[in-house]
């Protein structure tokens, strides 16, 4: 699970932890005959869908250099995996948000709206993104530790499974809080839509994220 999110592109410490560290890890792993290992990965592995909802097989080209370093982890898991048979399954989350977390929308959402202010919405809110209560997270990768006993590799989308649009978002929670203020739709230059098929973890791993409106009022 721990990771390094850069300061800046091409951050130097951001590689040696998340590639150089899960190798060390890998390798205590084969050396010790540790066979079971499930690793922490993100949706940034994909970066820009070109179709959706984006399932385990969609082409992997990240955009940006965390993305890139977590998806040279998932390389070395799937190395160690067959060359050395630690039995690995990869779980790429999407956007994790909850209690503990004091960035990303949710968080930015919830601060004025319980001081009864108008959001700062990026981009005009139109853009969907795939949401998840870290509660849901945290299921989803025990189920998969239960599992991957059985497996020899395999990779799971642990997500919301659902587009959600950002203004949506923050209506949800200002009317959540009892907010009079009115959150408009606003037109948005960036075409920016994502979320994950999570079909595979739902089959696999009985993987059942609960409703957002339940996740929000938690």
Same mark, same amino acid.
Request: contains cysteine.
């Given at each position: 699970?721990?990771?390094?999110?850069?300061?800046?592109?091409?951050?130097?410490?951001?590689?040696?932890?998340?590639?150089?560290?899960?190798?060390?890890?890998?390798?205590?792993?084969?050396?010790?005959?540790?066979?079971?290992?499930?690793?922490?990965?993100?949706?940034? &592995?994909? !970066?820009?869908?070109?179709? @959706?909802?984006?399932?385990?097989?969609?082409?992997?080209?990240?955009? %940006?250099?965390? #993305?890139?370093?977590?998806?040279?982890?998932?390389?070395?898991?799937?190395?160690?995996?067959?060359?050395?048979?630690?039995?690995?399954?990869?779980?790429?989350?999407?956007?994790?948000?909850?209690?503990?977390?004091?960035?990303?929308?949710?968080?930015?959402?919830?601060?004025?709206?319980?001081?009864?202010?108008?959001?700062?919405?990026?981009?005009?809110?139109?853009?969907?993104?795939?949401?998840?209560?870290?509660?849901?997270? &945290?299921? !989803?990768?025990?189920?998969? @530790?239960?599992?991957?006993?059985?497996?020899?590799?395999?990779?799971? %989308?642990?997500? #919301?499974?659902?587009?959600?649009?950002?203004?949506?978002?923050?209506?949800?929670?200002?009317?959540?809080?009892?907010?009079?203020?009115?959150?408009?739709?606003?037109?948005?230059?960036?075409?920016?839509?994502?979320?994950?098929?999570?079909?595979?973890?739902?089959?696999?791993?009985?993987?059942?994220?609960?409703?957002?409106?339940?996740?929000?009022?938690?």
């Amino acid at each position: 699970l721990a990771a390094c999110i850069p300061n800046s592109e091409e951050d130097k410490t951001c590689f040696e932890t998340n590639v150089i560290g899960t190798y060390n890890i890998l390798y205590i792993c084969h050396k010790y005959g540790i066979r079971h290992f499930i690793y922490a990965s993100s949706k940034e &592995v994909y !970066g820009m869908p070109l179709y @959706l909802p984006v399932d385990e097989n969609h082409p992997k080209k990240p955009d %940006n250099f965390y #993305g890139f370093t977590k998806l040279q982890g998932e390389n070395l898991c799937e190395f160690f995996a067959y060359k050395h048979k630690v039995k690995t399954a990869i779980l790429r989350y999407s956007g994790v948000f909850g209690p503990g977390k004091n960035r990303g929308a949710v968080y930015n959402f919830f601060q004025p709206a319980f001081r009864n202010e108008s959001p700062d919405i990026a981009e005009g809110g139109n853009q969907t993104k795939d949401f998840v209560y870290i509660g849901d997270v &945290v299921d !989803g990768t025990i189920k998969a @530790l239960k599992k991957v006993s059985q497996i020899d590799f395999e990779v799971y %989308n642990i997500g #919301g499974g659902k587009g959600v649009k950002v203004c949506d978002m923050a209506r949800s929670i200002y009317n959540l809080i009892g907010s009079d203020i009115k959150i408009e739709d606003n037109s948005t230059s960036a075409l920016d839509r994502f979320y994950l098929d999570i079909s595979r973890a739902r089959k696999a791993l009985q993987y059942s994220p609960r409703p957002l409106e339940e996740a929000l009022i938690k």
